[in-house]
């Protein structure tokens, strides 16, 4: 023995080591975790915009089409048609289903879209709409266009869209 003092040799770390690392990982991802759901509502968004301009142009198709009935009054009436059944004014197979739900609102990214406030016989006006499926959460926009195309967004979330998207 070496005058009478217990030599031990230390393996690992102690605990207040790892306490330490655990702590600096929680702070580092306590930062990043913000960021990160800031980056996934503005994906959502974008997303949301890049479907509404689809809703768009697959309307102009469906009345150039369709004349007599003019735009679609649901998303439904704009997708594929279901298995085995042929292409008609109530599925146009202009969209997929996943725009093209069987009931509004259909889901994508977060948002919920639907056709609404459509008018006239044929159809000559209506407002495509996304809005979060958890305002704040998914997204903070509401996004509308209608049959001119351009898109407006409401800052609070839902279809009052009154301001033009830039």
């Given at each position: 023995?070496?005058?009478?003092?217990?030599?031990?040799r230390?393996?690992?770390?102690?605990?207040?080591?790892?306490?330490i690392?655990v702590?600096?990982?929680?702070?580092?991802?306590?930062?990043?975790?913000?960021?990160?759901?800031?980056?996934?509502?503005?994906?959502?968004?974008?997303?949301?915009?890049?479907?509404?301009?689809?809703?768009?142009?697959?309307?102009?198709?469906?009345?150039?089409?369709?004349?007599?009935?003019?735009y679609a009054?649901?998303?439904?009436?704009?997708?594929d048609?279901?298995?085995?059944?042929?292409?008609?004014?109530?599925?146009?197979?202009?969209?997929?289903w996943?725009?093209?739900c069987?009931a509004?609102?259909?889901?994508?990214?977060g948002?919920?879209?639907?056709?609404?406030?459509?008018?006239?016989?044929?159809?000559?006006?209506?407002?495509a709409?996304?809005?979060?499926?958890?305002?704040g959460?998914?997204?903070?926009?509401?996004?509308?266009?209608d049959q001119?195309?351009?898109?407006?967004y409401?800052?609070?979330?839902?279809?009052?869209?009154?301001?033009?998207?830039?």
């Amino acid at each position: 023995m070496e005058d009478g003092r217990d030599m031990r040799r230390q393996h690992g770390f102690s605990l207040i080591e790892l306490l330490i690392v655990v702590a600096i990982i929680l702070a580092l991802a306590a930062m990043a975790i913000p960021n990160l759901l800031r980056s996934k509502m503005s994906a959502n968004e974008a997303s949301a915009v890049s479907s509404l301009r689809a809703i768009a142009n697959a309307q102009t198709s469906y009345s150039m089409t369709y004349g007599h009935i003019g735009y679609a009054d649901q998303l439904t009436k704009l997708a594929d048609p279901p298995a085995g059944q042929s292409i008609d004014p109530n599925h146009a197979g202009i969209i997929d289903w996943v725009l093209g739900c069987s009931a509004q609102p259909c889901v994508k990214a977060g948002y919920n879209f639907s056709i609404i406030n459509t008018s006239g016989i044929p159809i000559s006006s209506y407002t495509a709409v996304g809005t979060p499926q958890l305002q704040g959460r998914t997204g903070r926009r509401g996004f509308c266009c209608d049959q001119g195309a351009a898109i407006t967004y409401d800052p609070a979330g839902g279809t009052a869209c009154s301001l033009p998207l830039e």
